[in-house]
């Protein structure tokens, strides 16, 4: 599809993410995401996308094999958080972010992309964007965090015993003393993840075996996991967060997920 696009076209937003490979909640969209440096307004046709370009600077990248355009990794992911809600852009910017991209570049990003609509979402998305963040499944749940007004957690804090290095968590909340722990089921269901000959059993007691080591850590008041499931649905969320003392707050930017 791409070969047949007009050279002026850009190829951007989720397409150039795919194009970069940055993280998407399950299939990309269908349709090829374009910028159009000759429009004004946006256009739907059937298999493209285009959105407005005219006026606007961006920093570019090339596909190697066809030589065609698309928005660099800055620009994708702050297209991202323009026209996506921060359960979609979030685990993108993190990406870039850890990649090596630096906050700053984003930022420019968005100053370049000039007035928009859902501006305060975008700049949102960027402020909570964290290159530290283990996985896409942490970084929305790191969102989920902040649509409910939870402090703001220290992400892959480091605890150590007597013994070492004990491990390093996904979401450290200094201030209640607790741990939190975002597990997806690939972490027990993929065989890839698991040491030759470990077990999905055997996954389970090392888990166990870590999380008593860290309960006994100093300072550590509570610790509490989150999955899937409480990542879609906040009152959920909140009632993990209440049992562990962890406040929340009302809830922010509760239409654009």
């Known amino acids: 599809m791409h070969d047949r696009l007009a050279p002026r076209l850009i190829v951007s937003h989720a397409s150039a993410a795919a194009l970069h490979g940055l993280p998407w ?23 493209v996308h285009k959105r407005p370009g005219a006026g606007r600077q961006f920093r570019l990248a ?8 698309l928005t660099d990794l800055a620009t994708t992911a702050v297209d991202l958080a323009i026209a996506y809600p921060l359960r979609t852009s979030v685990p993108a910017l993190d990406a870039v972010l850890a990649r090596g991209t630096d906050r700053e570049r984003l930022i420019a990003a968005l100053v370049a992309a000039g007035p928009v609509r859902h501006r305060a979402r975008a700049e949102r998305a960027v402020a909570i964007a964290d290159g530290r963040s283990g996985s896409p499944g942490e970084s929305v749940a790191r969102v989920a965090l902040d649509e ?16 070492g290095l004990v491990s390093f968590v996904d979401f450290w909340f200094p201030e209640q003393g607790v741990v939190l722990e975002y597990d997806g089921r690939v972490k027990y269901t993929d ?15 090392a888990e166990k075996r870590r999380e008593d080591r860290i309960r006994r850590c100093p300072g550590v008041h509570g610790f509490g ?21 962890v406040p929340t707050t009302r809830p922010r930017f509760t239409t654009v997920r």
């Open 25 to 47: 909640p399950g299939e990309f969209p269908d349709l090829v995401e374009v910028i159009d440096p000759s429009r004004s307004t946006g256009q739907t046709l059937r298999s």
């Open 62 to 69: 090339e596909m190697t094999a066809t030589g065609r355009r």
């Open 148 to 163: 409910v007004g939870a402090p703001q957690p220290e992400l892959q804090h480091r605890f150590d015993d007597d013994a």
């Open 191 to 205: 065989p890839a993840l698991r040491r030759p000959g470990q077990t999905a059993a055997d996954v389970v007691v």
């Open 225 to 245: 996991r989150i999955g899937h499931a409480e990542t879609k649905d906040t009152e959920l969320l909140r009632e993990v967060l209440r049992s562990l003392g």
